[in-house]
């Protein structure tokens, strides 16, 4: 399955998949969930699977050969806390993201959507609360309510190498001055462990949940309080740099870089993607926004390199 030429900035298209789900008083509910289309390799009907000895999460499987590669099996229902009820039509997922593929058995396979970002929604505490922390955006359809589930998440809690939260940085270089960051990332989680990196190596770090919020923000810093413009030398004052990540409700990371490049007060500032969706196609069009590095999720140590080295250019060209 091929990410679509044809979509714009901040557009997106997802797979809308199904869990049927027996509930403690016995009766059926169907939950509906999506992904991004731009992870998802190709669905399968159900493999044969060989157990994994040793393995104390239930909802891992086991493994599978797909055409001469060894892939895990996880059933996100059991991880998402549910009791799945499993029939002859149940699907699998095969997924790349943050150079990691694995595979999530699902009831079944509903749609494809293609849809514009503003269109999905920022889960409320509630919805986080029965997810596990793991939903990023919701979208209604007609009757229906889709969940966008963090998959990144889900699967750094069964593979510690994609743990940010255990990672971290270098010594802290000393700056001769602040540098203040911005990051937009809509997991609260990763926001948060990546605030915390980033601040450890001496950055000072302001947030944002979405590409929406970050605009705002910049947007508010290229206005003085009189209403007059800020030309781009004082807005480099005011932030040194943008972390955002690709996926983001309302606004995403690409259509965030090209607003960011058609500000003239704004268009200067350095624009890093730090992302799983770091695939050719999407380089591509994180060149095409004007983003000056892309990252890959979950490598921290790689996005604190990137972000020294352009710290570095800046003050050198301010003290020449």
Known sequence: MSLNPLLRNNELEIIEFLL????PDGKDYTG???????????IIRMPQVTAMPGTQDPSIMGTFNLRGKVLPLLNLAAWLGKDMRRGPSDKVLVTEFSGVRTA???????SIHRL????????NRYVQAFSRDSITGILRI????????DMEKIMASLDKSLDMSTMQPEAPVEMPEHVRLLLADDSSSLRKIV?????????????????REAWEYLSNLAQSQSGQKVDSHEINQLVDLVISDIEMPEMDGHALTSKIRENPALKKLPVVLFSSLITDALRAKG????????????DLAGLDKIVKEIIDEKIHSRHQ
Do not use: C, M
């Open 32 to 42: 509906h969930y999506a992904i991004n289309v731009a992870k998802v390799l190709e």
């Open 287 to 298: 060149i095409k926004v004007g983003a000056d590095h892309q990252v890959n999720k979950p």
């Open 195 to 211: 605030k915390s990196f980033l601040e450890k190596s001496g950055y000072q770090v302001t947030t944002a949940s979405n590409g």
């Open 20 to 23: 049927d789900e027996k509930l």
């Open 116 to 123: 514009a970002w503003d269109r999905i929604e920022p889960p």
């Open 142 to 149: 007609k009757e229906r309510v889709l969940f966008i589930l």
């Open 104 to 110: 999530f058995l699902v009831s079944s396979v509903a």
